[in-house]
């Protein structure tokens, strides 16, 4: 089939212009029209309690999305994993943002985290549901994007390796989202530290097979831009540390960080973590694709199983181009081939019967040939009786003396 | 005396408890000035993944100006790491039993050693996560068990990644929620103790947990060498009382309630445990008696009833 189709697709020949025709401008339109309509994105942010989830989304977005926690809550233990989510809209640069982040309290929280995931993966999917069923509607002009677009998994600062329940988490999410790993509360490792944990974090994800979103470059792009993402990529999993406080360092500057007895980590400062890095990665470059990925590979992967699952089957048939004299062609190989069947068929059939026939005639020869037989045996034994009557009666006939009447008759007594 | 105590030298036994990555094996070693244990943390992508928690002793003999201490160093590899911790908590709770009830066996002996190794467990080192914002449903699962059959020191894990306010308001949440679910830490209030007692104690208390920092590393800081972690901003000093409370928690431990600890140990666990296995042999014992007793009733109801048959036939 796709040896069909590339011998029929067009050539593109590429022609030069000779004035300006002016659809560059193409892109700055889109940008215009996408600007007037807002970007939305979602984030989902899973972690353990307490390990940074809601400061690190504040401090990504220097928005106070989440508000802090409730002191009150001593004593109540959470059961199970609750999906919480909150909108904001920001704007930047005359640029709006819709941006939605998922949290999800309680998730590895309770003595047994068998299934803590199952939640998770209920509500992603349900969004590729909703999303699903909103693309089958008969009048679509308004679709609402809730699908989440990336999944930050922080990792514990342990400086060991990933945990039994990072491992199964991962493995489980890696194929319905795109998963972004990210070490928090990174002020608690050393340069070497954190250099043997990236190390064997990635280890580990190779290892078990794990997908996780890694910026992408083509080879055409800016050598800038492509330096940029191996630097990106080198330092995945990013390890970060999140802050809402405004420290005044001791030369006056005013920075966004955390103040310890030994000295000021700064949130923006490369050297202290990648926090930068992230992002960049996040909001700045890759969000676009982040939100290609999901719709165009994760949402079709899962639409494909449930239409499937639900009994639609796949028929590759209307892929093909339509092209009169190959269909034609097609239709008569396949009216010979339909002959040459029936042919054979027959045939066969024809030969079978023979077979038949002779066999039956054979046996009625055979039986006409022991008929035959036995007649002529019956003849032989009517003729030897035939011969021994006539042998009889010739000695019956010889001339009868009355000595021979006596004696035959003496004979006869005495017989 | 106190020769007799130097010649003899002590055992000291200290239980590691928390999950992977707290910071255990290396506080350990910083407290005791020295590369005693390992970390027993997963290094490789095919290293042990623990399917339950194991019981790793050590056992070292270190000396200082005479004075010589035979330290058992318990570590629970595997402890709080799976997905499903039920039950985590079982084999420690077990090994510290099995040593009472060793030397309960010793103890009982007709011919008994002059002294009896002591490996009962002194002291557990229960290793909290610096992040949450209190105590987790599996912390109060164990800190229940343990405090009644150990001295628990709950500590604050990894305290360099918090700030010095955060400290506080988690030491604070923390002495609450311990005092709501009614668990007892170390040290335990006596009436036997006098004023100075009472005022170390005090402290203590409130120092409780401790926010400690461990580390093997010496760096040089302005000429004189530290022991400490280096970062790119600062170099976080483990010896200094303002950085984290590691000084206090190794001063506690052994400069001035060593002894205490171990004393503690056989006073108040040792013997409740002693009563509780005593009076379970009791009660084993009545059960087994009453038996007895029912059986032989059974037999005499049946002796009048053959007496009487033997009339009959």
Known sequence: ?415 | MERKFLKRGMNFNIILVGESGMGKTTLVNTIFAGHLVDSQGRRTVQGPQRKTTEIVPTTQVIEENNVTLRLTVVDTPGFGDQTNNEGCWVPVIKYIKDQHAAYLERELKPQRERSINDTRVHACLYFLNPGSKGLRPIDIEVLKRLTEVVNVIPVLAKADSTTVEERAAFKKRIKEELAMQRIQAYPYPSEEDDEEDIALNNKIKELSPFAVVGSENVFNENGAPVRGRRHAWGIINVDNPEHCDFVHLRNFMLRTHLYDLIEVTAQRHYESFRTQQLRQIKEMRAAQAQNATQMAQQQQQIQPGATLFKQQA
């Not at chain 1, 979602?42 to 504040?58: D, F, P, R």
């Not at chain 1, 890694?214 to 080198?234: G, T």
């Not at chain 1, 909001?283 to 494909?304: A, P, Q």
């Not at chain 1, 023979?354 to 054979?362: A, P, Y």
Request: hydrophobic share 35%; glycine share 4%; aromatic share 6%.
């Open chain 1, 1 to 415: 089939m796709t040896e069909a189709a590339t011998r029929q697709a067009p050539k593109v020949a590429k022609k030069k212009l000779q004035g300006y025709v002016g659809f560059a401008n193409y892109p700055n339109q889109v940008h215009r029209r996408s600007v007037k309509k807002g970007f939305n994105f979602t984030l989902m942010v899973v972690g353990e309690a307490g390990i940074g989830k809601s400061t690190l989304i504040n401090t990504l977005f220097n928005t106070r999305v989440f508000p802090d926690k409730d002191e009150s809550t001593i004593g109540e233990t959470r059961r199970g994993v609750e999906i919480s989510s909150m909108s904001a809209e920001i704007q930047e640069n005359g640029v709006r943002l819709r941006l939605t982040v998922v949290d999800t309290p309680g998730f590895g929280d309770s003595i047994n985290n068998d299934d803590c995931w199952q939640p998770i993966l209920e509500n992603i999917e349900s969004r590729f549901d909703a999303y699903l069923t909103q693309e089958n509607r008969v009048n679509r002009s308004k679709i609402s994007d809730n699908r989440i677009h990336a999944l930050i998994y922080l990792i514990k600062p342990t400086g060991h390796a990933l945990r039994a329940i990072d491992i199964e988490f991962m493995k489980r999410m890696h194929t319905k989202v795109n998963l972004i790993p990210v070490i928090t509360k990174s002020d608690t490792l050393t340069q070497d530290e954190l250099v043997g944990f990236k190390s064997r974090i990635i280890a580990d994800i190779n290892y078990h097979g794990i997908q996780i979103f890694k910026p992408q470059w083509e080879s055409f792009e800016d050598p800038e831009v492509i330096n940029e993402n191996k630097d990106m990529l080198s330092k995945i999993p990013f390890a970060v540390i999140g802050s809402d406080k405004i420290i005044e360092k001791p030369d006056g500057n005013r920075v966004r960080g955390r103040l310890y007895p030994w000295g000021i980590i700064e949130v923006e400062n490369e050297k202290h973590n990648d926090f930068i890095k992230l992002r960049k990665m996040l909001v700045c470059t890759h969000m676009e694709e982040l939100k290609d990925v999901t719709d165009s590979i994760l949402y079709e992967n899962h639409r494909s199983q449930k239409l499937v699952t639900m009994g639609h089957e796949q028929d590759n048939t209307v892929f093909r181009e339509y092209n009169p004299t190959a269909q034609m062609e097609e239709e008569r190989s396949v009216h010979e081939a339909r002959m040459s069947k029936m042919e054979s068929e027959m045939t066969a059939v024809f030969q079978q019967k023979v077979q038949e026939k002779e066999s039956k005639l054979k046996q009625s020869e055979e039986e006409l040939y022991a008929r035959h037989k036995e007649m002529k045996q019956v003849l032989e034994k009517q003729r030897q009786e035939l011969e021994e009557k006539k042998k009889r009666l010739d000695s019956q006939t010889r001339p009868i003396t009355p000595l021979d009447k006596k004696q035959k008759k003496g004979l006869f007594n005495l017989s």
